[in-house]
């Protein structure tokens, strides 16, 4: 059955159409995406993968918090996010975010506002393993 909000803690894969899919878009104009994906490089070192630390009980709150905040301040429909846990590889993702609403504007600034809430409020921890070691990098998210 699709829902409204959709929140997701993926330990080994994050299928991002799967997610989109468990949406009810009823009412909806469009969608707007936002897919996060490892890099190959970073501060001109290669990387190998990103770890991700969570606090695990306290995340999915922080993110279904997150959601009902857009949906209050920016008026949107439906809203799935997803985040990984864990060792990610090169090009694989990370987070996963639609936002569906009546009209595109909307479903943009409050896409672009998860985002960058998410990166300051989540209670995530991510390292670097690059070709000169593993490197903590500064903040949540």
């Not at 890099?39 to 993110?63: C, I, K, N, S, Y």
């Not at 479903?107 to 506002?113: K, L, N, R, V």
């Amino acid at each position: 059955m699709a829902e409204r909000v959709v929140i997701h803690v993926e330990a080994d894969h994050l299928d991002s159409d799967a997610l989109r899919s468990k949406l009810d878009l009823s009412g909806c104009g469009g969608v707007v995406s936002f897919l996060g994906i490892t890099r190959g490089v970073e501060d001109g070192m290669e990387v190998h993968a990103l770890e991700f630390d969570a606090w695990e009980e306290r995340l999915p709150t922080v993110l279904n918090d997150l959601v009902l905040e857009s949906v209050n301040r920016f008026g949107v429909l439906a809203v799935a996010i997803a985040h990984r846990i864990g060792r990610v590889g090169v090009g694989e993702p990370i987070v996963s975010i639609h936002v569906g609403s009546a009209h595109r504007k909307e479903a943009f600034e409050a896409c672009s506002w998860l985002i960058d809430s998410l990166k300051k409020q989540a209670p995530l921890w991510k390292k670097e393993i690059r070709e000169d070691g593993t490197h903590w990098k500064e903040g949540l998210g």
